[in-house]
């Protein structure tokens, strides 16, 4: 049994119970059945006592006695007059005339007594007897419609057992064939649901679950490729930032050892020491950006539509000095526009953005700072100095000469501006050296 297959096995025990169900309804009608029978031929042998009293009432002895013999003889129900001689005395003739069996032990005995007015006023009493063997008589009554009913019973029981199983068994295969499919993550795999009975409420459980789990999938896939492109993007970072590290460590070593041997013109140690003061200066300001976006996973999921102003003016305070001193012009344009993005990586966008437009721009020369066409840009004077090398301007490139170097400062600004997929370029013509951010992606 633990072997069959679903349907066989739910068949056999749905109509195991329906035949036992069956079987038992017509044990006990065969063993109610008597009780049964002998209630209602007591009812009949009443019922006809009545009515031949009524015929025969006011009659002469000897009509009565005829239509007596008449009415026993086309009956199993006998007529009989009372006799005179003895009150507790039924007269009932011989025993074929009742037919008795008195071999049985089943005999029933049912006597209805009635009284009767003769046509001269004389009063006499008719008793009707009937008798029976009743378990005879039931199981003969029994078998000639049960085996019938118990055919039918049983067919019919066996035309459920397999509608039944069936049903079950063609929901139970639908199931196991669609959850196949969503072993392969078939994205279009689902169960029809069309009722809200308990087997359709499975299949919507397991639709929902699968639904949730494709999400899931999706969700995990997701943050995966956003992992990978972070990864990529802090081994660039660092791998570019060690370069950046590297190349002013090596130099302040050289004019170091230069200056400790005294050897050529580095024997004048007080201009070199401030060159090394500058070096050092440059790194310190390299380490500070390396630390405030070391953890790249930080600058996620933290956008928010801000005033660009409130954070310009900000960071614009914090080169007020510098600014007076190389004599500048400032030209802030901005006014209610917003960004959408991270404050905290779009501050250390425009505090590197604003420092290079600070170090770089002519001296007594201008910075313009607004929006034009959706675009932020910040504009500053760039005259009598060599072209920039466009192609490699993002790019992290120490130079001890300091002419328009960059260092970490446009490469952590790309970077930050690609975490937060907003487009950017940088522009230079013979006057001016631009760099925008488009403000509506």
């Known amino acids: 049994m633990k072997n069959l297959k679903i349907f066989p096995k739910m068949f056999i025990q749905i109509f195991s119970i329906l035949g036992v169900i069956v079987l038992l309804v017509h044990l006990l009608i065969f063993l109610i059945f008597p009780k049964t029978y002998l209630s209602t031929r007591k009812e009949e042998i009443r019922t006809k006592a009545n009515e031949i009293s009524r015929n025969i ?24 007059i009372k006799g005179k001689n003895n009150n507790n005395e039924v007269k009932i003739g011989d025993d074929d005339n009742l037919g008795i069996d008195l071999g049985s032990d ?72 669609v959850t196949d499919k969503m072993m392969e993550l078939d994205k279009n795999a689902h169960l029809e649901v069309n009722s809200k009975n308990e087997v359709d409420q499975l299949k919507s459980q397991i639709n929902d679950l699968y639904f949730t789990l494709l999400k899931s999938i999706d969700d995990l896939e997701l943050k995966n490729r956003e992992i990978v492109r972070l990864e990529k993007l802090k081994y660039d970072f660092f791998r570019g930032a060690s370069h950046e590290l590297k190349t002013p460590l090596a130099s302040l070593k050289i004019i170091l050892e230069n200056m400790k041997y005294n050897i050529g013109k580095y024997k004048n140690r007080d201009v070199y020491i401030s060159d090394c003061i500058d070096i050092v200066d440059h790194l310190s300001q390299n380490i500070s950006q390396i630390l405030s976006i070391s953890s790249l996973e930080r600058f996620k999921d933290d956008e928010e539509l801000f005033e660009i102003k409130d954070e310009l003016n900000e960071i614009l305070k914090n080169y007020l000095l510098l600014i007076g001193q190389r004599n500048l012009e400032i030209n802030n344009k901005i006014s209610d526009e917003k960004i959408y993005i991270g404050r905290s990586a779009f501050k250390i966008i425009l505090s590197n953005l604003i420092s290079n437009a600070v170090k ?76 925008k951010i488009e403000l509506s992606n």
Do not use: C, H
């Open 360 to 435: 770089y721009a002519d001296e007594s020369g201008f910075i313009n700072i607004g929006i034009k066409d959706g675009w932020l840009y910040i504009e500053s004077s760039y005259k009598d100095k060599k072209p920039l090398d466009m192609d490699r301007i993002f790019d992290i490139n120490f130079n001890l000469s300091k002419e328009m170097n960059s260092g970490l400062g446009l490469y952590v600004v790309s970077n930050l501006l690609k975490n937060y997929n907003k487009r950017y370029k940088a522009e230079q013509d013979k006057n001016v050296f631009v760099f």
């Open 57 to 80: 009432e006011g009659k002469d002895i000897k009509s009565i006695e005829e239509t007596l013999s008449v009415f026993s003889k086309s009956s199993d129900i006998k007529g009989f």
């Open 106 to 177: 089943n005999n029933s005995l049912i006597i209805e007594e009635r009284e009767i007015s003769l046509n001269n006023g004389e009063k006499i009493s008719i008793q009707f007897v009937s008798t029976a063997d009743m378990k005879k008589d039931a199981k003969d009554l029994s078998l000639r419609f049960l085996p019938y009913t118990l055919s039918i019973s049983l067919i019919l029981s066996i035309l459920v057992s397999l509608i039944y199983a069936r049903s079950i068994k063609n929901n139970i295969e639908e199931i196991k064939a």
